[in-house]
């Protein structure tokens, strides 16, 4: 079975810094395009990054640099490093993936960033 | 970066409506465009990718139309269980978006 299962979230300070996992099964992290998308309370969905399966990784405009994505293709897992988070960063993180034509979804991560 | 607008933002509706979502993409991106369903607290689920192929597990009453910058997401006969929230999703570019949501509710 294809699955994604995030974990790494929690409540974490303003200008704190805070990694995330996306552990996969079911393909190869490595084979395949692999996607973070956020979600605000309340609000609809953002795309973050993304990492292509040579390597090739880009970011939203507004994350100005701060967030990091990458993977380990031994453990076959996904992470996003979060660095000098802001309160506007709170939201569930999903890990998704394109599988094939097809997308699958984690069932996200709730990252809170408050003091 | 490609814009996807998305109407309407809020459709009220009756068990058995058939309803239509639509999706606008600011520039071509040929048939890379999901859809997806979302209830309070939970993931979003895969409905329609490639703009009209199915996925596995969901029903029939959902389809997919369009290519280019013009789309439709159609319930032929809305089911209690289709209230909720749904987007659509862009990936003909690295730069992924998605449509502002339209919400489902009771009529």
């Known amino acids: 079975e294809v699955q994604l299962v995030e974990s790494g979230g929690g409540l974490v300070q303003p200008a704190g810094s805070l990694r995330l996992s996306c552990a996969a099964s079911?393909?190869?992290?490595?084979?395949?395009?692999m996607s973070w998308v956020r979600q605000a309370p309340g609000k609809g969905l953002e795309w973050v990054s993304i990492?292509?399966?040579?390597?090739?990784?880009y970011y939203a405009d507004s994350l100005k640099g701060r967030f990091t994505i990458s993977r380990d293709n031994s453990k076959n897992t996904l992470y996003l490093q979060m660095n000098s988070l802001r309160a506007e960063d709170t939201a569930v993180y999903y890990c998704?993936?394109?599988?094939?034509?097809?997308?699958?979804w984690g069932q996200g991560t709730l990252v809170t960033v408050s003091s | 970066d490609i814009q996807m607008t998305q109407s309407p933002s809020t459709l009220s509706a009756s068990v058995g409506d058939r309803v239509t979502i639509t999706c606008r993409a600011s520039?071509?991106?040929?048939?890379?465009l999901a859809w997806y369903q979302q209830k309070p607290g939970k993931a979003p689920k895969l409905l329609i990718y490639?703009?009209?192929s199915l996925e596995s597990g969901v029903p029939s009453r959902f389809s997919g139309s369009g290519s280019g910058t013009e789309f439709t997401l159609t319930i032929s006969s809305l089911q209690p269980d289709d209230f909720a929230t749904y987007y659509c999703?862009?990936?003909?570019?690295?730069?992924?978006?998605f449509g502002g949501g339209t919400k489902v509710e009771i009529k």
């Open positions: 520039q071509s991106i040929s048939t890379w």
């Open positions: 999703q862009q990936y003909n570019s690295y730069y992924i978006t």
């Open positions: 998704a993936s394109g599988v094939g034509n097809s997308w699958v």
């Open positions: 990492i292509y399966s040579g390597g090739s990784t």
């Open positions: 079911g393909f190869t992290v490595s084979s395949n395009y």
């Open positions: 490639k703009a009209s």
